[in-house]
């Protein structure tokens, strides 16, 4: 469990979140929409303990994190393998015991065969896989993304979500999406909340009453379009 309890973050004179209050229970997922500049980031800063609040309090359990962002940031000069077993030294882990669960995990994902190759030589689907990995290797009990799919094309976009649905699956943890499409956060959220205004405050919620993996595109619309709607109503 995680819990933002009014936290207001400032950078320098501008304040940025402004009594944010909300709570993800043990493997649920909360997608966070809103415009550019509402905080989005700054809140998964805080869930991730790189920054603390000004006021208010961020409450968490979780011991182990995985972070994915909108660019892969893998390193250029590790393979895909060496790129996942990097986040599992100093883990009491011996050197075959990394390389045995990074290389299942990027098998997970489909990158069986693909472990020595170099970020350069992968495309730009596969190295969001290693991303992905890197963060699940670590057994996560809390997931943080930052946009992983913006500036996918729709056919990788909906390949990678699926895989993402199926290792939440296999390893269900908490995680926060940020996300700016509607669509993306019903795919995959039990929840939303939309953050709107300088500073950002939520302005609106939402609870999605159908299991993931199991809502039909009528329902991924419908429910969006309500999502939109309040997005819309808010600019």
Known sequence: MIEFSGVTKSFGKRTILDSVSFKVEEKQILAILGPSGVGKTTILRMAAGTIKPDAGCVHTDRQRIGF??????????????????????????????QVGRAAAILKRLGLQGFEHYYPAHLSGGMRQRVAIARAFVLDPDLALLDEPFTGLDIGLKLSLQQMLLELLAWHPCAMIYVTHEPQDAVLLADRAIVLDGKPGKIVASMDFDRPRGEREPSYIQEQAAKLTAVLTAKK
């Open 68 to 97: 994915i962002f909108q660019e892969p940031r893998l390193l250029p000069w590790r393979t895909a393998l060496a790129n996942v077993t990097l986040v599992l030294q100093n883990r009491g882990l011996t050197r075959d015991e």
